[in-house]
């Protein structure tokens, strides 16, 4: 099986869209399956991850620099991309490359335009979204997270025989978070160890606000972890901060970020990826949305009893942080119900359905 996936990262996107396809096709691989990623060549990209990863990596030049929207505070996280420039660089690509049978995108600027040029160069079209705001041509629809209404609303965006793997129970993680769940503690409440991640990226340093909350309340006998993503313009900001704060520790590009989580107590994170990586062992979460596409996971995980969420970052203060870990502090049954929950929603195995969803399609064409 030869795959493509059609994916980017950079300082303004981050790392969830290439971090979930890494994971992807590395489970991909398990199966003997060939692949190849197709990145737009774009400031602070990460690619250098799918050559650490030993991938076939394409870099594709964009025809201009990509225009960020002005309101940054919402809506950062599409880049201007010409779809129509980007159809014929992936054509290329698809050209010197042996027959393909999946053709794998995660890119919020491209849709059913894009999808249907490249529907003759490829056997099947799997698309990875969660914003569920455009149309889509696809066989394959994958979407993580959890909503209230997740199992309907992506019903008038993809064809009728498109078939659409809905919710947690696929979330794509790494092995490691399969293997930290058999070893993860029962938590009993109690705050000791409190991480902080904002994403691999972070422009709006949600890190530092969420660092002066700490700051606010005062507990040096309260450990925290502070991770920074490679992507992170202002890493060695974040490191200055730290060192001024008692029992605060910065980690940059970590590689045991299960490990870490298993470790903690309390997350303050955002409503990202990571979201599924803290359920599966059981960490409760401060959500704060740090893009648009953020609130509604983030506002469902607090529905499903898995954390609090504090708002979009432009509305959360460091008062708010500080007062809500505070309340926490005292509420140790809470966070135990939150551990409890999150755990029910995650397994860890959502990687190999999505590997089967994909292989069921080629061995129906075979099957006699």
């Not at 991850?49 to 309101?71: M, Q």
């Not at 010197?96 to 999946?102: I, K, L, P």
């Not at 203060?317 to 870990?325: G, Q, V």
């Amino acid at each position: 099986m030869r795959v493509v996936f059609r994916t980017d990262s950079s300082s303004m996107i981050g790392s969830g869209h290439l971090m979930r396809c890494l994971t992807l096709a590395q489970a991909l691989v398990d199966k003997e399956a060939k692949v190849t990623f197709v990145c737009n060549d774009l400031p602070g990209h990460l690619a250098h991850y799918i050559d650490e990863a030993g991938f076939d990596l394409r870099l594709i030049t964009p025809d201009r620099d990509p225009f960020i929207s002005e309101n940054r505070a919402v809506d950062y996280i599409r880049p201007d991309i010409n779809w129509d420039y980007d159809v014929r660089r992936t054509q290329e690509v698809l050209a010197d490359a042996d027959a393909v049978d999946w053709l794998v995108v995660d890119h919020y600027n491209l849709d059913e335009r894009w999808e249907q040029f490249m529907r003759p160069h490829v056997g099947y079209i799997m698309v990875i979204d969660d914003l569920a705001d455009r149309l889509h041509d696809c066989d394959l629809l994958l979407d993580q997270n959890y909503y209230e209404d997740f199992a309907s609303r992506y019903d008038q965006l993809v064809p009728d025989h498109c078939r659409r793997l809905l919710g947690p129970e696929f979330a794509v993680l790494r092995p490691e978070f399969l293997a930290a769940q058999t070893r993860d503690r029962a938590r009993d409440g109690t705050i000791s160890r409190i991480l902080i991640f904002m994403g691999g990226a972070d422009p709006q340093n949600v890190t530092e606000t969420a660092l002066e909350a700490i700051r606010m309340i005062h507990r040096p006998d309260i450990a925290v972890d502070v991770i920074v993503g490679a992507a992170n313009p202002l890493a060695d900001r974040i490191r200055t901060v730290c060192r001024l704060i008692p029992q605060c520790t910065f980690h940059h590009r970590v590689t045991n970020m299960a490990e870490m989580m298993a470790a903690a107590d309390l997350a303050v994170g955002a409503g990202g990826s990571t979201t599924w990586e803290r359920c599966c062992l059981g960490l409760p979460t401060i959500f704060i949305a740090t893009a648009r596409n953020e609130i509604g996971i983030a506002r469902a995980a607090e529905l499903a009893g898995v954390g609090s969420y504090l708002g979009i970052h432009y509305d959360v203060t460091p008062s708010m942080i500080a007062n809500e870990i505070r309340r926490l502090l005292e509420s140790s049954h809470v966070v135990k119900t939150w551990s409890e929950r999150a755990r029910t929603l995650v397994d860890g195995k959502g990687a190999e359905r999505v590997c089967r969803g994909m292989l069921e399609f080629l061995e129906a064409e075979v099957t006699p």
